[in-house]
């Protein structure tokens, strides 16, 4: 009987189990469908600078099947065509074959845009051929895609490189940010920085909120965001407490800024609405915070990192923001679900070029 108790309590557990998983699976899925809805109204080009990547294929595959992008993998013709068939894949897939072919005018525009940061033209013309994250990030920023995603086979900071260095930052913006949309059963939060700027001062702080707030709204959420710290306006003062306080001020007086933003905060005080309408009742947020901003990089990646792994999270991202065109890197070891999302999201930034 012990045995069978034990069992069933098991079954019982594991029953629970799949319901927070699904209702889990059911928040991401609900938030993801508003992106992919979006996509598929107006797809647009999105080059895969990892083409012959396995993974990239078979997201290839979905966004074409789906309508939901057009890919364009960068890679071997004879490879992708060859890994495509092997994966039981039926479709034509457009390629960009960057070591056969046209691709002077690549050349031309990566050499004219880096020789003053030590490029020589023989360099810019080794990197087109042999440097895929260099190609496709010269193709969108010469029209021939619309969006980039890479980072699966790279090391985050050198898939990063390129980018910056040949598309870059809006004209509203200074600096790029990682932004992670975590969803639990009945929230969302975004958190940024969460992949880019070591030690942001409390200007980028202002600038990473905005952009994470024009993400947001992305997925028709109404950004309420959060300067986080361990201090709370102000009980303890200095120089890491001041930059999370300052870029808060800074936002608050923005007229731009239509959204409510506070700060400093700690990460309880965001989130609970009785500490919020109890001790900080002054607070410009009367609803928990949906968007964390957290003051370096060590506090976002940890943070976002604990929520996905103990606070069962499920994390889309990371989605760069603040980028002159959309670009995305991924994490080593992503999913194809994970590859599709993102593109999906770069597809929506892309429509409103
Ligand atoms: N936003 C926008 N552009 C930037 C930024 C930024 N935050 N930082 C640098 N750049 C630009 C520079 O202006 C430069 O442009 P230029 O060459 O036209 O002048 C270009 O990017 C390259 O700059 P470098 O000085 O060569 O690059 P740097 O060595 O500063 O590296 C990088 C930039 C890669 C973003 C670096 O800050 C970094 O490694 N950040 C942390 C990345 C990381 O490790 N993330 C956590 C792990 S990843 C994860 O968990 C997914």
Redesign the pocket.
């Known amino acids: 009987a012990a045995m069978t108790s034990g069992a069933a309590r098991k079954r019982l557990d594991m029953n629970a189990y799949r319901e927070r998983l699904e209702a889990r699976l059911g928040k991401s899925r609900e938030m993801m469908r508003v992106v992919l809805n979006k996509a598929k109204s107006n797809p647009k080009r999105v080059a895969l600078a990892e083409g012959s990547n396995e993974k990239m294929i078979r997201a290839a595959y979905q966004m074409q099947e789906e309508g939901i992008a057009e890919p364009i993998l960068v890679g071997k013709t004879t490879t992708i065509l060859r890994k495509a068939e092997e994966l039981g894949l039926d479709f034509d897939p457009t390629i960009a074959n960057p070591r056969d072919g046209e691709w002077d005018h690549y050349v031309d525009r990566l050499y004219e845009l880096r020789q003053r940061?030590g490029i020589t033209k023989s360099e810019a013309e080794e990197l087109v051929r042999r440097d895929s994250n260099y190609f496709a990030s010269v193709m969108v920023e010469v029209g021939d895609a619309d969006a980039m995603l890479t980072g699966l086979t790279h090391h985050?900071?050198s898939a990063?490189?390129p980018p910056?260095?040949i598309i870059?930052?809006a004209d509203d913006a200074?600096?790029?940010?990682?932004v992670y949309m975590m969803t639990f059963k009945n929230r969302v939060v975004f958190c940024a920085d969460?992949?880019?700027?070591?030690d942001p001062d409390e200007e980028?702080l202002a600038e990473i909120t905005k952009h994470t707030a024009e993400l947001a709204r992305q997925f028709n959420v109404e950004p309420r965001a959060a300067l986080l710290s361990y201090s709370n306006f102000g009980s303890v003062t200095n120089e890491g407490t001041r930059k999370p306080r300052d870029a808060a001020a800074l936002l608050q007086d923005d007229p731009a800024v239509d959204f409510p933003v506070d700060g400093e905060m700690q990460a309880d005080t965001a989130l609970v609405e009785d500490i919020l309408e109890g001790t900080y009742d002054f607070a410009e947020l009367d609803d928990p915070a949906n968007l964390l901003v957290f003051p370096n990089?060590e506090a976002g990646?940890i943070g976002y990192k604990l929520l996905q792994r103990l606070g069962g999270a499920e994390a889309i991202g990371?989605m760069l923001v603040?980028m002159d065109k959309p670009v995305h890197?991924l994490?080593r070891g992503d999913e194809v679900k994970d590859i599709v999302n993102l593109a999906a999201t770069a597809v929506v930034d892309a429509q409103e070029e």
């Not at 200074?174 to 990682?178: C, I, S, V």
């Not at 969460?194 to 070591?198: A, F, Q, R, Y």
């Open positions: 940061k985050y900071p990063l490189r910056l260095q870059g930052t200074n600096y790029a940010a990682g969460t992949t880019v700027n070591l980028i990089l990646n990371p603040g890197v994490q």
